[in-house]
């Protein structure tokens, strides 16, 4: 049976060699510098907690950390309660106004990719999920989103700019696999059009969609270059679902590299009117 708790407590005071009267002691102390009794362990109290399941107030888990030195993240976890969890708890709540959030400046720990398929390639838009070969436990906090089961993540490669310039090369974005049907509407605004990610025989991409009867019509963003495509449906083309979530940067990515070359024109239109005449 795992210990609980108390008795975890229990094993660390025993083996720094406390008894119930030392850390009754040293509770008091740091007692009187808070001026508050909230931080004193009385023996009673200790035993309470040691072997009655009762758990500690907020304050004397404070003591119980200075006094066994053992950090105070550590002791919630004997509760149950993992503060590097807490990424996977940050949409519950929907604030309304814009605001710096420092609640994952303390994790240490979370879940991201360490290994990936040899084949992936950063110029081809790319379900991340099926990159991942295995995933291990490092210091980087919100990637810890990534594990969870009811999305998917998609990359899009260098080379994509169907949703350019709403979702630029580069982009990461978050698809709901349950949003996998195509819906049609009158939409006010082309941030309210659903963007839908899409596997096809070929690779992925993202774009608007339409079904018409036995097709499905990839509409890219008007002053993107990528042309539109219309396949069979489904057998050419399949929703993988839509798309929720982006993280993009800003400001420092340079399109010139990677943007598909413009049509040159003719000699007969690039050339102006009168330079025309001049070589007839």
């Not at 107030?57 to 950090?71: N, P, W």
């Not at 004997?78 to 400046?105: M, N, R």
């Not at 774009?207 to 539109?228: G, M, T």
Request: include cysteine; glycine fraction near 6%; hydrophobic fraction near 35%.
């Amino acid at each position: 049976m795992q210990p609980n708790g108390g008795q975890r407590l229990r094993a660390l005071r025993e083996t720094l060699g406390y008894r119930m009267r030392d850390v009754e002691l040293a509770s008091q102390q740091i007692a009187r510098r808070f001026e508050s009794e909230e931080f004193a362990i009385p023996p009673s109290r200790l035993s309470d907690i040691e072997t009655k399941g009762i758990i500690p107030s907020i304050f004397r888990l404070y003591s119980f950390a200075a006094i066994y030195r053992r950090e105070y993240r550590e002791l919630l976890s004997f509760y149950g309660l993992e503060l590097d969890g807490i990424s996977a708890d940050i949409g519950s709540g929907s604030p309304q106004k814009s605001h710096v959030s420092e609640a994952l400046s303390n994790v240490t720990q979370v879940r991201i990719p360490t290994s990936l398929d040899p084949g992936f390639s950063l110029q081809k838009t790319t379900d991340l999920k099926r990159v991942i070969e295995q995933w291990g436990t490092v210091p980087l906090a919100y990637l810890e989103l990534l594990s969870d089961d009811r999305y998917t993540y998609g990359y899009i490669g260098s080379e994509d700019f169907t949703m350019y310039p709403i979702l630029p090369p580069g982009s990461f974005v978050q698809v709901d696999e349950t949003r996998n049907k195509v819906e049609e509407g009158a939409w006010r605004s082309e941030f309210e059009r659903p963007i839908y990610f899409v596997e096809m025989r070929d690779g992925f991409t993202c774009c608007w969609c339409s079904i018409k009867r036995d097709s499905i019509v990839l509409q890219p963003h008007p002053l993107s270059p990528a042309p539109v495509r219309i396949l069979r449906y489904p057998q050419e083309a399949e929703v993988l679902g839509q798309v929720i979530g982006v993280a993009m940067r800003l400001g420092d990515w340079d399109h010139s590299d990677s943007q598909p070359t413009p049509k040159v024109r003719s000699s007969l239109t690039s050339d102006a009117p009168g330079q025309l005449r001049k070589e007839a």
